[in-house]
């Protein structure tokens, strides 16, 4: 009865070598047939790119050992290949466990172990430190990007949903401004190293600064609300968002006022910010409740 | 029984060349370290398992100078035999 797994082994055989199915699946039965009788006869058998199987004597019998050959415990080993072996020193503790096995978990948890173990923190935090010495270069990478991907995914929502709130006629603009802030928003994201640059959709096409003008904007045309003034301005702390600082305010999706009103859609620290006043449209005073 | 004798023996028992069944064994280990790569066990039925485990980190004391060291841990490959294979070896074996 050949397993999922052993059907891999065979499998490759056929798409390999072009062998039939049942010669194959015959092939890596005897294969290891082959083993075991050089086991019964020799007591040890050696498979080139696999390793060494012996026969050792136990007190409850023979046993069957298994020596992989270098380049193979090489591969197994490749995701912990950057580690290693360090010298302790003096005066520091480690629960000495006995070696426990598992089976393979997901992602090795390397950066948990080390902290986890150290009984006595005080003396052991050069230990920490400088324990092992890999690159952690992978995870912030990929965190970044996937960052990036998330946000990218957000912002193109966003513009479609803007896109499709307007007429055919003005449809155009909308698509077009999403490929440029596609671009500069990976860039932004890569190189960023604090959350305070938060660049949106493109720059605003209006000049002038009246309010008039900005509720026909077409970021928030559609609104239920006008832009009548401003209600106060702020200083942009670091870490503050125009997000942010909209949620904490008028709320979370009152942020493209804060767009319009600002004129702008990127911030730093450390900018006046506006926040705007706001009063329900007439349309909607009666559909709001 | 070194590599060659073992392909030798394969080869007379599959009916393929040597070079044949050299090539055929090459397919099949590499088949088996793409399984262990992606952290897979392999299950040979009548044979044993083969299984890719994680060692925890240990202290070990180097018995020359005395120093102490952290291994880091690790993947290795480990073997289970089946008990029909045990069974055939002991069978084989000295009373």
Sequence with gaps: MANE??????????????????????????????IGEGLDSDRQVKVRGLGTFKIQTGKLGENISFTPETSMKELVNKPFSQFESVALKDGVEFEDEPTEEESVPEEPRN??????KTPEPEEESSVDEDIYEYDDEPSPLRRRSILAAVMCAIFVAGY????????????TPAPKKKVTTHSTKKESVDSAKTDTTLRKTESVAESTDTYAAMNADPRIRYGAYNIVGVERTVVLKKGETLESLSKHTLGADMIGYFQVLNNATSLSAGD???????????EYRNRKK | MNNKEFIVALAMKS?????????????????????????????????????????????????????RMLVPPKLSLNFRAALSLKEKINKGGTE
């Design chain 1, 5 to 34: 797994l052993t059907n891999s082994l065979f499998e490759a055989l056929m798409k390999q070598h072009k062998l039939p199915a049942v010669t194959a699946a015959k092939f890596v039965e005897q294969l290891f047939e082959t």
């Design chain 1, 111 to 116: 950066n948990e172990q080390p902290t986890e």
């Design chain 1, 160 to 171: 479609f949903f803007g896109g499709y709130m307007h007429d055919s006629n003005s449809a």
């Design chain 1, 272 to 282: 006046n910010v506006k926040i705007p006043k706001v009063e329900l449209r007439p």
């Design chain 2, 15 to 67: 009916g393929f060349s040597q070079e044949e069944s050299r090539k055929l064994t090459v397919t099949i280990v590499k088949a088996m370290a793409k399984n262990f790569e992606a952290g897979d066990s392999v299950a040979v039925p009548g044979f044993g398992t083969f299984e890719v485990k994680k060692r925890l980190e240990r202290v070990m004391v180097n018995p020359a100078t005395g120093q």
